[in-house]
């Protein structure tokens, strides 16, 4: 079975310091694509940042990066200069292709509170 | 704006009726993808559909049915309501199928809020 688990219900974070959210996941593909998705109060989901399995270098948007660690299945989100308007749900989510053809498996997701 | 578009926004309804949800993908995708939000289960994969097939099926009730349409439309039917079937619906849409070396972003609608009472 392929699972996404986010450890950390809810974290916390001062406006402009840096926060790292955690997703481990499980697959028994050797290539898929994973994700970071945001979905603010409005409930809208907004896609923040993508990683291919079979690229080595970390994936970067502006002030949002990730740590893939593929050995370990690690899917880490760093978001640097926090702002008031990441905060938001950010879940992590596992696209494999194949049967599945393409269906994302999210986490359970991981709320963020900036604090000013 | 993603470009996918869902109708309507919001509906309310009572249990035993029938719901027609309605989305239209980004344009020139040929994927659709229903997803149900609700607060116990999080975001669960219902259905994809490919330039008019079926494609994968997740946890979709036997109650609950879709289908994409010539011009790409998707519609998500759901008969004979609950109350657990209270939920945010999300359309989503993508270009092609995954493949070795080709990604595929899936871009969400701002999905429909379904009440059921």
């Known amino acids: 079975a392929q699972t996404v688990t986010q450890s950390q219900p809810e974290m916390s974070v001062q406006e402009a310091e840096t926060v790292t959210l955690s997703c481990t996941y499980d697959?028994?593909?050797?290539?898929?694509?994973l994700f970071w998705y945001k979905q603010p109060p409005s409930r809208q989901m907004i896609l923040v940042i993508r990683?291919?399995?079979?690229?080595?270098q970390n994936a970067t948007e502006n002030r949002f990066s990730v740590n893939f660690q593929k050995a370990a299945k690690s899917f880490s989100l760093k978001i640097s200069d926090s702002q008031l308007g990441d905060a938001a749900m950010y879940f992590c989510a596992l696209q494999n292709y194949g049967g599945s053809q393409g269906n994302l498996i999210f986490g359970k997701g991981t709320k963020l509170s900036v604090k000013p | 704006d993603s470009g996918v578009t869902q109708t309507p926004k919001h509906l309310i309804t009572a249990t035993g009726q029938r719901v027609t949800l309605r989305c239209s993908p980004r344009?020139?995708?040929?994927?659709v993808y229903w997803y149900q939000q609700s607060l116990d289960q999080g975001l669960q994969f219902l259905i994809q559909?490919?330039?008019?097939?079926?494609?994968a099926k997740g946890n979709i009730l036997e109650r609950f049915s879709a289908q994409q349409f010539p011009d790409l439309h998707s519609e998500l039917n759901l008969s004979s309501l609950e109350l657990g079937d209270s939920a945010l619906y999300f359309c989503?849409?993508?270009?092609?199928?995954?493949?070795?070396?080709?990604?595929?972003?899936?871009?969400f609608g701002e999905g429909s809020w379904l009440t059921v009472v």
């Open positions: 559909y490919y330039n008019g097939e079926e494609r």
């Open positions: 344009s020139g995708d040929l994927s």
């Open positions: 989503a849409s993508s270009p092609q199928l995954v493949g070795q070396g080709v990604g595929n972003t899936i871009y």
């Open positions: 990683q291919e399995a079979y690229k080595q």
């Open positions: 697959t028994s593909e050797s290539d898929y694509y």
